[in-house]
């Protein structure tokens, strides 16, 4: 069983960058298919992206394609996602979620994923 923490999180303006990272532990890293969703306050919990095992295959919803970047270090056990020209919208809790067995045509579904991060707050003002 993985556990996942996420970090980076912080409140930036519109337009800046951040990476997020998210830690893994437990299990072995490289087995799982990883994706990151968001929830903003109000909102259903969203697909943000996602990335096979190996890191060569990844996966984008069409509101963050072209600005977001999914990537991952086995070695280190660690999930990245970078991003850039942040929007207002893009404002929520960032979760990294984990499945050891999963079709990516279904990467979007949060129940895809069995396991979860407790999240980090992503703030962009305006």
């Known amino acids: 069983q993985v556990q996942l923490v996420e970090s980076g999180g912080g409140l930036v303006q519109a337009g800046d960058s951040l990476r997020l990272s998210c830690a893994a532990s437990?299990?072995?890293?490289?087995?799982?298919?990883m994706g990151w969703f968001r929830q903003a306050p109000g909102k259903n919990r969203e697909f943000v992206s996602a990335?096979?095992?190996?890191?060569?295959?990844?996966y984008y919803a069409a509101s963050v394609k072209g600005r977001f970047t999914i990537s991952r270090d086995n070695a280190k056990n660690t999930l990245y996602l970078q991003m850039s020209s942040l929007k207002a919208e893009d404002t929520a809790v960032y979760y990294c979620?984990?499945?050891?067995?999963?079709?990516?045509?279904?990467?979007?579904?949060?129940?895809?994923?069995?396991?979860w991060g407790q999240g980090t707050q992503v703030t962009v003002s305006s």
């Open positions: 979620a984990a499945a050891l067995s999963i079709d990516y045509g279904l990467a979007h579904q949060p129940t895809e994923y069995e396991f």
């Open positions: 437990g299990g072995t890293f490289s087995s799982y298919g």
């Open positions: 990335i096979n095992w190996g890191g060569d295959s990844t």
